[in-house]
């Protein structure tokens, strides 16, 4: 067989081979982030892959073999919506990225206790001042 033909078929396989091999990553890394998002008792909304400054633009090299760069969006548990940055590698696993400090993106709004008119957050069920159980807001 002509060598020619034989590169246009194996070329083309080898590139789906390693795009396949990128989108198992990906979802692997996103199933992993989810796993430590609910270890911290947080609520995992959403994770997205991220193109970080002075990365390269090859999304083969940069997350397949080196480390991933994920948006991760949660619910802490004060009930703020937080957006940050979460690396991931096949070597160390899971961790919050230390380039990028966590951005609170909506402050859970506090609500007054109807007793002692103190400041709970809605997601609280039992006011920390007074004990008298929060009416639940259910939006
Ligand atoms: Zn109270």
Redesign the pocket.
Known sequence: MNIIVVLAITIPLLFALVFWLELKRVAADKQRIREKVLSHGWEYYSSSWEQLPGQSNTLFRSSLIGPGFYSVCYRNSDGDMVSQVCETSPSLGVYWSDKDEDTVILKQAHQD?K??E?K?KPNWKF?P??G?ENQQETS
Do not use: I, R
């Open positions: 206790c007793k002692c103190g709970v006011c001042f007074c008298t």
